[in-house]
């Protein structure tokens, strides 16, 4: 009886482990990531139930990007590791479907039109 006992409770702490998973796996994509070519950083945080993106550093300050502008909004989780929202470029002035993939400390960025048939992919590294 001691040994089913110690299996159930060890099973229940397993449960309760990977349970706690889910949202620590979401706060994994919080904070500041570097794009893999050197030239912006962006800072994500909580937005509501949401993630959003807003840029921090920008290495050449003269083109259309702004620090402090917002360029993912409403990235909500779509899958383990994912979100789906919106991303807006700041060098066409267009939002797109966007969507957030995290693995270790890579995040792929894509934003998207037609449906998904066209998207453009960013890779981010984090910085801190």
């Known amino acids: 009886?001691?040994?089913?006992?110690?299996?159930?409770?060890?099973?229940?702490?397993?449960?309760?482990?990977m349970g706690n998973m889910g949202s620590a796996a979401a706060?994994?994509?919080?904070?500041?990531?570097?794009?893999?070519?050197?030239a912006s950083r962006v800072r994500f945080a909580k937005c509501g139930e949401a993630l959003c993106g807003t840029l921090s550093w920008l290495k050449d300050a003269s083109g259309p990007a702004k620090v402090g502008q917002r360029i993912f909004y409403d990235m909500k989780p779509s899958g383990a590791g994912k979100w789906s929202g919106s991303a807006f470029n700041p060098?066409?002035?267009?939002?797109?479907?966007?969507?957030?993939?995290l693995a270790g400390d890579t995040l792929t960025t894509a934003g998207c039109?037609?449906?998904?048939?066209?998207?453009?992919?960013?890779?981010?590294?984090?910085?801190?």
């Open 1 to 17: 009886m001691t040994r089913t006992i110690g299996f159930a409770l060890g099973s229940f702490a397993a449960l309760a482990v």
């Open 27 to 38: 706060q994994d994509a919080l904070g500041v990531w570097q794009r893999d070519t050197g």
């Open 91 to 101: 060098e066409d002035g267009k939002t797109y479907s966007g969507t957030m993939t």
């Open 113 to 128: 039109v037609l449906g998904g048939l066209i998207c453009r992919s960013v890779v981010w590294k984090r910085a801190d």
